[in-house]
């Protein structure tokens, strides 16, 4: 996309909602949902930098991009990936555990009745060269990837190079959501940006994974704007 804003070193593009959706419409390629966490890790730069298109997923990004000057509404990845699953006519799935992506499957096609799943793969794979042969075959228009980060961007990196006419989406848990197997926040918590709280609260042992990154990002911005 044509506005993009760069924070602590990384591109990201500064679009709404209807605005993203509808490039990732148009155009192929490999789609980052961004959070503090991905940035705090130095081997994802080059990667983020390379993508299509990078939005501003995670609450401490919107909090970010607004430090130095951006005021944008964080665009939930998720949300995302599933405007995108009601836009595509063909669609792969690979990640999450076997039983988990069984059941993303049959509540997606429960929800969406025109959705056609054209591939899908558990994430316990140990032969990617044969994952990625066998989704290059299928060909689908839409890629969501649910590895983990980064082993998901990694992966998307290699087939986008094989598959230029697809999107690949990182979702990181979003199967464990559209399964059952976890509950998203509610609609209150998800539009005042502290879906990570809820989770937290859910899943404790999530602390550690958050704090201090969420701070430590913060600082960092801060620190970047001010020339430290």
Known sequence: MENRAKLLGYDIDICSFEEAVDYAKKHSGQVVTINPEMMSNPDMLEIVNSAELVIPDGIGVQIGLKIIGYDVKRIPGIQFAYRMLEESDSVALIGAK?????KTINNLKNEIPSLNIVYAQDGYFKDEQKVLAELKEKNPRLVLCALGSPKQELFIQKAKSQMPDSLFIGVGGSFDVWSGQVERAPEIWQKLGLEW????????????????????????????KKGV
């Open 197 to 224: 709280l809820y989770r937290t609260i859910k899943e404790p042992k999530r602390f550690r994974r958050i704090f201090p990154t969420l701070p430590l990002f913060v600082l960092r911005v801060l620190k970047e």
């Open 98 to 102: 076997p039983e988990v992506i069984e």
